[in-house]
């Protein structure tokens, strides 16, 4: 647990320096992680109401109830992702995944019913996150495409030139949808 800190190539620095500036956050985190606080405390509110009703509402049946809805919580929140030219970010209530995009060796799909995106890089980190997160932020995207983009020039990119292309098919896709939609087209 905890994070994984994997230590920069010589001179890595200089480039992270003048890329500084930009960074891109996931906008609708916030949101979901309101989501998921309401439901917990939905479930724990409801559960307490109830055994309370009943009359069986104790200490030891209030913990339980109290440690079923954070740990509803804590299935319920989403990963914090950010990007930055050559960073990507994802953390979780306790751990932080971290990849360097510049030089990305890898980029897969994951098979099943909630897909996720993998990206591992040169310095062997990983980082699973759901695709959606990119398709709603485009600033996000960007800067990971761009970072794709020169992964392949370099040639570290080698496996996932394929993956890379479906997900700017699908973003493409959604954002053409967006507009139509919201020209009244759709």
């Known amino acids: 647990m905890g994070r ?11 480039a992270d320096a003048a890329h500084s500036g930009s960074c891109a956050h996931d906008l609708h985190w916030a949101g979901e992680m309101r989501s998921a606080l309401g439901v917990a405390s939905l479930l724990c509110t409801a559960l307490f109401a109830v055994d309370a009703a009943s009359g069986r509402l104790g200490p030891a049946r209030g913990a339980l ?21 050559g960073r990507l970010s994802a953390r979780r209530m306790l751990t932080t995944d971290t990849v ?4 990305l060796v890898s980029v897969h799909w994951t098979d099943g019913v909630a897909q996720r995106l993998v990206l591992r890089d040169a310095q062997g980190n990983r980082a699973e996150i759901d695709p959606t997160v990119l398709t709603r932020n485009p600033a996000m995207w960007h800067l990971l495409d761009t970072d794709g983009r020169a992964a392949i020039q370099r040639g570290t990119l080698r496996e ?8 700017a098919r699908h973003i493409d896709r959604e954002t053409a949808h967006t507009v139509f939609k919201v020209s009244g087209l759709h």
């Open 4 to 14: 994984r800190f994997t230590p920069d190539a010589p001179g890595s620095q200089d």
């Open 65 to 85: 109830w109290a440690g079923l809805a954070f740990l509803l919580f804590a299935i319920m929140l989403p990963q914090r992702v950010s990007v930055r030219p």
């Open 100 to 103: 360097r995009t510049d030089s």
């Open 160 to 167: 996932g030139a394929t993956a890379l292309r479906e997900l």
